[in-house]
């Protein structure tokens, strides 16, 4: 399979340059995918100082529902190695329940 990405300015001109790679998928896919696409994106700036950040996402769950669908998600993406702790859980556990006990 070959794939040609075409960008309309340069590389990483758009919000992949200004935010990062998100990776906080819930399928193993998409994770894996977007783990390789941060590594590669981080070689292009070390080895052609494209400028890219990588910042960082805020996903808000609006239900318990949500809350529920993102802990799953956290124990895939610790399962493989992107959450390295226990920090993103439990911040997660304590504002559900702050939020839905009020």
Known sequence: ????????????SGATGRCGIRQQ??????????MGTLKFFEKLQK?????????????LAHTKH???Q???NIRLQKKLGLVDGETQ????A????RAFTS
């Open 89 to 92: 859980t439990n911040h997660l």
């Open 1 to 12: 399979m070959k794939v040609d990405g075409i960008r309309k300015k340069y590389l990483a």
């Open 25 to 34: 998928w819930s399928t193993e896919e998409n994770i894996r995918l977007a």
């Open 66 to 68: 949500e809350v529920e």
């Open 94 to 97: 304590t504002t559900s329940t």
């Open 70 to 72: 993102f802990k799953q």
């Open 47 to 59: 080895d052609y100082h494209i400028e890219y950040d990588q910042g960082g996402y805020l996903v």
